[in-house]
């Protein structure tokens, strides 16, 4: 048999949650076509089961990922990065079958592993920045610092189909939140790849879930979802923005639509990001006042 | 019935093989293994075996200009147009090599400068390595720092490093130079050059530009021609009092920028209502860590006198078990005396406590035949007046005072030209805020001691010195503001 | 003669605080002792010689106990010359098939008792069951607190049990559990172990061994530091046992380490300080086995009774 005759295996895309690649229960499929039209891939039509599902794992990771330090987030963040470099070239591969250029695939995954790096670095920076000790005028130690979130559901934009995804998850999970992300509709392939990146980085199980499907389906779903803390889109015509904050209301959910023209470049980076998905938590405990003899201390 | 026999740790020796010292280094100047011009070398030893481990060069004032030249290059034709990014990017691969090589640099400063294997493995390399991961990526992050200013890189730093923790303070003082943009000429301390030698070697092996970084070695001399270089646009030192003051000096009316991290005699204070058995490992762990041999060691400790009594009677008993010998042994807790002058000083000052009236203690562990080795030594009944309560011993030392209430010691504390660190132990929350904010050292330890994290600013007060180490205060030395 | 009854002294309440974080610091630091060579294989000996063999099982039978007791009485014949273990532990209706079975043997047999393992019960029924364990031959009985009551803050009534079953017990020797998985905090182990000790304790014990967390280091230390202050103030040495989740015999053997620099090495012995394990004995007898042999072991070559 020559070595153009072998038949080459293809590659099942199947959704992430907890740790683990499991189908769409619901066991719907939707067909991924390259630029030719012809069926490249049958990606996972997820289900409000899979958004259930996704947020229970995210919500038991959380507690462990919240109570990690800083550094080791950091830690974890840089080795998501080590491996996407190891994988360059299957994900400019994909990327191009989804009609990219390669000069354009390969620029998306180099900012993309870039902006990875930049948020290992806030990881335990941004503390430093945005918390204080408030001066209060009682005698008391007052500080003030922020906290993560919780779950964060995240609406993947179009026409960033890696980077995308990892403008929104690399800020989130930076600042300890773990988060359910849903993939571009059109182009989902590199978020399932980036699933298995993240499966080898020793990433927690949970900390990341990714699920493919029909983003007007499930948005509803998530944004109703009582048990999800804070929900992130981007400013596209699509999801219904109008529809998201109404749905939040009943719960008070905290909501963010950032801005694809800013962060889909070089440079749309920014811890202010980290903190958009933060609480401030603010501690008093009082000072017994002893000065020691002598001097105006 | 046979008498049960007594169960004692066999000895669990670290291999030599990992450390693979070459005979004979040479100085590392743009990039490259460069004979020092004098060709002078001297030998640099164990301490703990007193054996000769390698040849080390003496960078004469040719050398230190030819070092400096390299990073003023570098600095011009790199460093400063090199992306942020990927400045951030170099370091990290500094970081990742340091902790891929780990055992290679542990063992190694253990050879070197005879501080126990299972501390240079556990604390030294790691957070050496850490402090590289932390400000790469602060590279690409500051315009953040420093609210309503850009922070400019200032050119050629020249950095001197001390022999208590050499690799780990080679990584305090490079890693954020770089991260800001600055090249580095450093000399690391004479008895112990050997594994900044080896960082030069990973800096090579992580591709750096040539230049940016450079190791120079040698005595006290080297270091002054480096302090006193015109094209050196900031000094940093971390060693004694007494040498600091001779380069504030050197360096008045020049442009350069200075920090200092000298001298401490930390005040370790324990309260009646601390958590006892923890506070007398505190105790422990501030004076015995490397064998004293820290800036910030909690080398005066005040016991409320309430307690005192019963204070004292745990320590000695705890002390008892510490065990000192060969620094490759991974039982060893405390290992050998740097160098013979040290042992020579630390001696003194026992013979000076002892003459001032101090009841002396020690424990009654062998110590080895070769090498240079002190045991585990207490002095109670000292007063605030005696010098083993005033100077700087830089050994294991301990000067045991008692205080009443918490303004006498928070005075007691403070009365003294040094202000590096301090420790306290109580239950009591508005205690600690109330001792915190009155004693005047920049670390103080809360119902804990000698924790240090890449994060968290170092530095003194005073005669300590001045400038910060570690987290975003630690960015601050390097930069020009604008 | 009348026995004066004892009363708790609400001053030993007052124990030093306790800083979970140093604790746990001094902790790690016992698991980076190296034992190594025949440093090695006398602390596997000692271990060995430290374990209550275990059985506690609602399906427990004379069936099981008199296979469990085979096993204390032959660990691994193929290596000659291996201590037995301590003891064996079962519940109260088991006590006399294990003490035909153990009949010409030094080893003990110790019961549990007092409702264990919840001790939700009457004091009245708790005596009667500590009775019918000693009734039936137990050296030794392994009784649980009321953690009820010591939440409650009703201290002098958990001395008080103690003080009772320590009296019911007659020649037996008392190791109290404190359930340490339950008490919260290391304060709380701290408080409850001295009202143990204060109350005529012979031993204090981590666990049940039917929740977790059970034994840890920091939870034994901080109960080391207690029977070490106690004796230090009155002479008197009380044993110490940690129970459950002990499987491993390196872990084992920074217990050692751990009694070692915190007590010293006249309470490393059976009379002073026992490990509560099943599966425990078979590692050491593998790295028993290791250490003479030179190569890694299989557990098919050790019996699991």
Redesign the interface.
């Known amino acids: 048999m020559t070595q153009q005759s072998r038949l080459a295996i293809w590659k099942t895309y199947k959704i992430y949650i907890g740790g683990q690649f499991p189908r769409t229960e619901s066991g719907r499929s939707y067909a991924i076509k390259n630029s030719v039209g012809k069926t490249i891939a049958n990606a996972c039509q997820s289900s409000r089961k899979d958004v259930r599902d996704a947020v229970s794992a995210a919500r038991s990771a959380w507690g462990g990922w919240n109570n990690r330090s800083g550094f080791n987030r950091g830690q974890i963040l840089y080795r998501i990065a080590e491996m996407l470099e190891g994988r360059k070239k299957q994900l400019k591969d994909e990327l191009m079958a989804q009609g990219y250029t390669a000069t354009v695939a390969t620029r998306e995954i180099n900012l993309s592993i870039d902006r990875l790096i930049y948020y290992a670095g806030w990881c335990d920076k941004y503390q430093a920045l945005f918390s204080s000790v408030n001066p209060v005028a009682s005698a008391h130690y007052n500080f003030s610092v922020p906290e993560s979130m919780g779950v964060v559901g995240m609406l993947a934009p179009t026409n960033a189909p890696l980077l995308g995804v990892i403008s929104l998850m690399a800020p989130c999970i930076a600042g300890g939140n773990t988060c359910l992300i849903l993939a571009d509709q059109e182009k989902p392939l590199a978020a399932v790849s980036f699933a298995e990146v993240l499966h080898s980085a020793d990433v927690p199980n949970g900390v990341v879930n990714i699920l493919t499907g029909y983003q007007q389906e499930l948005t509803d779903w998530i944004s109703t979802h009582m048990d999800i803390n804070a929900i992130v889109c981007f400013d596209q015509e699509k999801p219904d923005w109008q529809k998201i904050q109404e749905n939040g209301a009943g719960h008070v959910k905290r909501m963010f639509r950032w801005n694809t023209q800013q962060l889909l470049r070089a440079g749309g980076q920014s811890p202010y990001l980290i903190m958009d998905l933060q609480e401030i938590k603010t501690t008093w405990h009082p000072i017994q006042t002893i000065a020691g003899s002598g001097g105006a201390y | 019935m046979a008498k049960k026999k007594k169960w004692e740790y066999s000895p669990a020796p670290e291999s030599k093989q990992p450390a693979a010292i070459a005979g004979r280094y040479a100085l590392f100047i743009n990039g490259k293994w460069q004979k020092p011009s004098s060709g002078t070398y001297f030998n640099s030893i164990n301490p703990a075996t007193e054996e000769k481990l390698s040849e080390i060069a003496t960078a004469n004032e040719t050398d230190v200009n030819k070092a400096v030249q390299a990073a003023k290059q570098a600095y011009e034709k790199y460093w400063k147009k090199i992306s942020p990014t990927e400045r951030g990017k170099y370091i990290f691969r500094i970081a990742r090599i340091m902790q891929e090589r780990a055992r290679e640099l542990a063992v190694t400063e253990t050879l070197d400068g005879g501080k126990p294997i299972r501390e240079s493995r556990d604390f030294d390399i790691p957070t050496a390595a850490n402090h590289f991961f932390y400000y790469a990526g602060w590279a690409d992050k500051l315009d953040f720092a420093f609210p309503n200013k850009k922070a400019n890189s200032l050119g050629v730093a020249g950095q001197i490093t001390p022999w208590n923790f050499p690799l780990l303070m080679a990584a305090w003082k490079i890693a954020p130079a770089l991260a800001t943009g600055n090249t580095v000429v450093l000399k690391p301390a004479e008895t112990t050059s050997l594994t900044t030698l080896k960082l030069a070697e990973i800096i090579q092996e992580a591709e750096l530009p040539p230049g940016v970084v450079n190791i120079i070695t040698g005595d006290g001399q080297t270091g002054a021609w480096l302090t006193k270089h015109n094209d050196v646009n900031k000094i940093a030192f971390t060693g004694s009092t007494e040498v600091g003051k001779i380069i504030q000096h050197t360096l008045a009316g020049s442009q350069k920028k200075l920090t200092l991290e000298l001298g401490g005699k930390g005040a370790n204070i324990i309260f009646e209502d601390a958590p006892i058995d923890q506070a007398v490992e505190g105790v422990v762990n501030g004076i015995f860590f490397n064998q004293g041999h820290v800036c910030c060691a909690g080398s005066r400790l005040y016991v409320q006198e309430s307690i005192a009594k019963k204070f004292i009677q745990k320590l000695k008993d705890r002390i008892g078990t510490l065990l000192v010998g060969d620094p490759m042994d991974k039982n060893t807790d405390i290992g050998a005396i740097n160098s013979a002058q040290q042992l020579k000083t630390i001696q003194a000052y026992i013979k000076i406590g002892k003459a001032e009236g101090a009841t002396f203690f020690e424990t009654d562990c062998v110590l080895p035949k070769k090498g240079f080795f002190c045991r585990p030594t207490l002095f109670t009944n000292v007063a605030q007046s005696n010098r083993i309560a005033k100077e700087e011993i830089f050994g294991p030392v301990l000067s045991i005072l008692t205080f009443r209430t918490d303004d006498e010691v928070i005075e007691k504390a403070n009365n003294s030209p040094y202000g590096l660190s301090a420790g306290i132990w109580t239950d009591k929350g508005a205690r600690i805020f109330n001792l915190s904010k009155r004693i005047r050292a920049g670390v103080i330890w809360a119902n804990t001691y000698h924790l240090f994290d890449p994060t968290s600013p170092f530095g003194g007060y005073k005669e300590s010195g001045f400038g910060r180490e570690g987290g975003l205060q630690g960015l601050h030395p390097y930069v020009q503001l604008s | 003669m009348t026995v004066k009854k004892p009363v708790l002294n609400p001053q030993i309440l007052n124990h030093?605080?306790?800083?979970q974080?140093?604790?746990e610091?001094?902790s790690v630091r016992f698991t980076?002792?190296?034992?190594?060579?025949?440093?090695?294989m006398?602390?596997l000996e000692?271990v060995l010689s430290m374990i209550d063999l275990t059985t506690l099982e609602g399906k427990d039978t004379p069936g099981k106990v008199n296979q469990l007791c085979t096993k204390a009485k032959h660990l691994h014949d193929h290596i000659p010359g291996l201590p037995t273990v301590a003891a064996i532990c079962v519940y109260p209706s088991m006590v006399s098939v294990a003490k035909k079975a153990l009949e010409g043997t030094k080893i003990n047999v110790a019961s549990v008792a007092t409702a264990f393992p919840s001790g939700q019960s009457s004091l009245r029924i708790k005596l009667a069951d500590t009775r019918l364990a000693v009734e039936q031959g137990a050296d030794e009985v392994d009784m649980v607190i009321s953690r009820g009551k010591f939440h409650a803050g009703e201290y002098a009534y958990v001395f008080d049990e103690i003080a009772a079953v320590k009296a019911a017990c007659d020649k037996a020797r008392l190791k109290v559990i404190l359930e340490t998985g339950e008490l919260g905090t290391l304060d709380q182990v701290r408080k409850a172990s001295t009202i143990a000790i204060a109350a005529g304790a012979d031993f204090i014990k981590t666990s049940t061994g039917k929740i977790q967390p059970a034994a840890t280091l920091p939870v034994t230390l901080v109960m080391l530091?207690t029977i070490r202050d106690h004796f230090q103030k009155t002479g008197k040495k009380v044993g110490m046992k940690p129970a459950g989740g002990i499987s491993k015999s390196k872990l084992a053997l920074h217990y050692?380490v751990m009694v070692?620099?915190t007590l010293g090495?006249v309470w490393?012995?059976k009379h002073w300080f026992r490990f509560g394990a099943s599966s425990l004995a078979n590692d050491v007898l593998m790295q028993v086995a290791k250490e003479k042999a030179g190569n890694y072991q299989s557990p098919n070559y050790f019996s699991i009774d």
Not at chain 3, 16 to 19: A, I, T
Not at chain 3, 32 to 40: A, C, V
């Open positions: 030093p605080p306790v800083e974080t140093g604790v610091e001094r980076k002792r190296s034992i190594k060579g025949p440093s090695k006398q602390g000692l530091e050692l070692k620099e090495d490393l012995d």
